[in-house]
């Protein structure tokens, strides 16, 4: 559904949500969510960062088709949410128990919530408002607006950071969508993955790739044939000859005129599916067009080899609550030997207080000497040995970046079928044998109240 107002949920609120809520479907019930506006690229987004749930006692009544919450519960919402700096929107939530399927607002609820939010306007200056009614198996949402001295509610669309979490919206009739799928380039992934989850998958999702070198065209090469319709590259490097050995899709050429990386990696994407969008960026993931393309995705796949960039999109990424996965590859070379060759894929879905700052895998004083205006700073930090081999090039191989980049597919496709239980951090190692395993140990170390992902 095409929609101005998207509302995010934290990984798994939405299903404690709605289990609270519809758990005794004889009665109407009722919650408030707290939550962040955003405005960027012509959408309103809001991230819900909590949820309030009334006890029995803060109701004056309910029934199968009404309630009556008492105004004690909800002037206590509006009083935390004048003070905390990180909401600033209200969310009224109730059921229509009496509904397995579609669902809408009521001419009660269009009074009592037009009522509430004309008062909301009148009494507090910067809080919005929006609402939402579930059925038991779908859901309506509204954002609450004054547009020319009028009151207008505008459809919203509610997004999960998984698959399973989301329902279906009473908002769109399912019954003109458009259901097709490429049956001729897309058999097998349909045989494989299942004719649902690919409708899924390559009707409504966007996955944004930072970074297109080596393992960043391997993962959107795998992405396209994978189905997904919509790709966002972004990377603002060029192509050198020594690039050919490791980019999917580059060409000698390419590479004799410097063209940029996501030109090269477009091209070949859409030589691979006419039908495929992809949008190429030759920007810095700081740049602020980049936050825009980031915010408006389902999914975030980093493949950058700076300290810097992965900093900027785990930011973005809680940010806007977009679910991100994180590939790397190391090559350590000693005395003319390999030493380690290996990689890991980290996924940090907004809600599962795992990232790549509460993982250690973030170095602050790289990330001050690659972004410092100042380049006699910048420099002076390698000078005094803060930051040691920038002057070294990596050793870098194809078949790793493909190893990575198989795997990270591979963990995002898992996010849309759950066949496999989830791993926040898979590794790949090549030492000895060849080998891939789940980093326990890395999780259960890391800080459990991060600044950054304890949204």
Not at 46 to 51: E, F, K, M
Not at 187 to 203: E, P, Q, V
Not at 233 to 249: A, K
Not at 390 to 403: I, R
Request: hydrophobic letters at 40%; glycine letters at 8%; charged letters at 25%.
């Amino acid at each position: 559904m095409k929609t101005s107002c998207v509302i995010k949920f934290r990984n798994g609120d939405l299903r404690l949500l709605r289990e609270r809520l519809l758990e005794d479907l004889s009665h109407e019930y009722f919650a408030i969510l707290l939550g962040k506006r955003r405005n960027i690229g012509g959408k309103t987004i809001i991230t819900i960062h909590d949820i309030k749930i009334p006890g029995i006692r803060d109701y004056n009544g309910q029934s199968v088709a009404s309630l009556n919450i008492k105004k004690g519960f909800v002037h206590q919402a509006l009083g935390e949410l004048t003070n905390r700096s990180d909401v600033d929107t209200m969310i009224d939530v109730h059921t229509h128990p009496f509904s397995k399927a579609g669902v809408a607002f009521s001419g009660v609820d269009d009074g009592d919530e037009k009522r509430f939010f004309r008062f909301l306007k009148e009494k507090f200056d910067n809080i919005h408002y929006a609402s939402i009614v579930f059925s038991q198996g779908e859901y309506s949402a509204r954002l609450w607006s004054f547009k020319k001295r009028q009151i207008l509610a505008e459809k919203a669309v509610i997004k999960t950071q998984i698959s399973s979490e989301r329902i279906l919206s009473s908002n769109y009739n399912s019954q003109n969508e458009d259901k097709s799928v490429n049956h001729e380039i897309f058999n097998r992934s349909i045989l494989a993955l299942g004719l649902d989850t690919m409708r899924h998958i390559m009707k409504t999702q966007t996955v944004t790739v930072v970074g297109v070198g080596g393992l960043g065209s391997v993962i959107a090469e795998h992405l396209v044939h994978t189905g997904f319709p919509k790709l966002n590259l972004i990377d603002f490097d060029r192509l050198e000859i020594s690039n050919l050995n490791r980019i999917v899709g580059a060409t000698y050429e390419e590479a004799k005129r410097g063209s940029f990386k996501v030109d090269a990696v477009k091209r070949h994407l859409v030589s691979i599916n006419p039908g495929v969008q992809v949008s190429n960026y030759a920007l810095d993931v700081s740049d602020k067009r980049v936050e825009e393309v980031i915010a408006l995705s389902d999914w975030l796949i980093v493949a950058t080899d700076s300290h810097s960039s992965r900093f900027k999109c785990q930011e973005l990424s809680v940010k806007y609550f977009v679910p991100m996965i994180s590939a790397g590859v190391n090559i350590t070379v000693e005395d003319g030997g390999i030493k380690d060759m290996s990689g890991e894929v980290i996924t940090s879905r907004i809600g599962d207080n795992l990232c790549l700052n509460c993982l250690g895998r973030v170095n602050y004083i790289k990330v001050g000497q690659e972004t410092h205006p100042d380049k006699f700073v910048s420099s002076e930090l390698v000078k005094r040995g803060y930051v040691t081999g920038m002057d070294v090039k990596e050793p870098a191989v194809k078949t790793l970046n493909t190893f990575l980049g198989t795997m990270a597919v591979e963990v995002l496709v898992n996010q849309y079928t759950e066949r496999q239980r989830h791993v926040p951090i898979l590794v790949f190692e090549s030492n000895g044998s060849m080998a891939i395993y789940e980093d326990r140990e890395s999780v259960d170390a890391r800080h459990k109240d991060c600044f950054t992902c304890n949204v």
